[in-house]
């Protein structure tokens, strides 16, 4: 099994930045790929950003240039640094972890983006 916490959300002015976490733990493989996705209300879960064990990354047209994904190899943790933030950057971040056909999720942290 394995468990993934996210943490860092809040509210922040636009304009703004903020820094998630992904912190992992439990049987992690050699191989796997990691995903931030936010789901925003009313709507449906999209990809965010995500980065590999080899320490690939890609991140979603939508937020490059104001977004940057990162991984701490030493504590397994993940990291979404957040700038520029804009009011429909508003929603619920989910980290996630896929290894051998399994996808596992996080519960979630809040992001608001709001004067």
């Known amino acids: 099994q394995v468990q993934l916490v996210e943490s860092g959300g809040g509210l922040v002015q636009p304009g703004g930045s903020l820094r998630l976490a992904c912190a992992a733990s439990?049987?992690?493989?050699?191989?796997?790929?990691m995903a931030w996705y936010r789901q925003a209300p009313g709507k449906e879960r999209e990809l965010v950003a995500t980065i590999s064990s080899g320490g690939s990354t890609n991140v979603e047209d939508y937020v490059k240039g104001r977004f940057t994904v990162s991984r701490d190899n030493a504590n397994n943790t993940m990291r979404l640094q957040m700038n520029s933030l804009k009011p429909e950057d508003t929603a619920v971040y989910y980290c996630?972890?896929?290894?051998?056909?399994?996808?596992?999720w996080g519960q979630g942290t809040q992001v608001i983006v709001s004067s």
């Open positions: 439990g049987s992690i493989r050699s191989l796997y790929v």
């Open positions: 996630q972890l896929r290894q051998w056909g399994r996808a596992y």
